[in-house]
């Protein structure tokens, strides 16, 4: 099975601040990765799919990149609304989910 | 738009059988998937299962053999049913729709407490 761990899992940061969210695959998984916003006592939210494509809706202060076995989210200016835990997941064997990054504000 | 509503039991008995239904509205379950997941403190998100449109099924490994996913496509639910449960199957159980890959559709997720 494919193991996914997400860094740091608490992040704390300041409204304004470029936020960078990162996903590491025990294997390859070619791009196949998307990230998840979960607000509490919400389901999880598609925000990226396919490493970098942006799921419509989604504002464009999100975006990701990566590829083989490191991947990442970025934020260009975090907002209060975006305090949320972020989970990635990867399709390239069925589904596997990281644990999840805590975002909070500064 | 596309809907999709879990519902069972909030409270069920260790070693009994769970049930839970997915009731989905806005597409048919002959052209999508739908997948079962569960959220946990201790596990954290982990896919179940998912039956695809043609109605065949596959199981996450770890619950195969405590698992089974069937539906009924006239009334557009989906169910599941999972056997010999124990005190770490206390989740929130959400079901999906298969998007080729991301879930890009979620139900509101049912708290379900195991009791010993």
């Known amino acids: 099975d494919i193991q996914m761990t997400q860094s740091p899992s608490l992040l704390s940061a300041s409204v304004g601040d470029r936020v960078t969210l990162s996903c590491k695959a025990s294997?390859?998984?070619?791009?196949?990765l998307n990230w998840y916003q979960q607000k509490l006592g919400e389901a999880p939210k598609l925000l990226i799919y396919?490493?970098?494509s942006l799921q419509t809706g989604i504002p464009s202060r999100f975006s990701g990149s990566g590829s083989g076995t490191d991947y990442t989210l970025t934020i260009s200016s975090l907002q209060p609304e975006d305090v949320a835990t972020y989970f990635c997941?990867?399709?390239?064997?069925?589904?596997?989910f990281g644990g999840g990054t805590k975002l909070e504000l500064k | 738009q596309v809907q999709l509503k879990e519902s069972g039991p909030v409270l069920v008995q260790a070693s009994e059988t769970l049930s839970l239904t997915c009731t989905v509205s806005?597409?048919?379950?002959?052209?999508?998937?739908v997948i079962w997941v569960r959220q946990s403190p201790g596990k954290g998100l982990e896919w179940m299962g998912i039956?695809?449109?043609?109605?065949?099924?596959d199981y996450n490994s770890a619950l195969k053999s405590r698992l089974s996913i069937n539906r009924d496509t006239s009334k557009s639910q989906v169910f599941l049913k999972m056997n010999s449960l124990q005190t770490d199957d206390t989740a929130i159980y959400y079901c999906?729709?298969?998007?080729?890959?991301?879930?890009?559709?979620w139900g509101q997720g049912t708290l379900v407490t195991v009791s010993s």
């Open positions: 039956i695809w449109g043609d109605g065949n099924t």
């Open positions: 806005g597409f048919s379950l002959t052209n999508y998937g």
């Open positions: 294997q390859n998984i070619y791009k196949y």
């Open positions: 997941q990867q399709y390239n064997s069925w589904w596997t």
């Open positions: 396919y490493t970098n």
């Open positions: 999906t729709r298969d998007q080729g890959g991301p879930f890009a559709y």
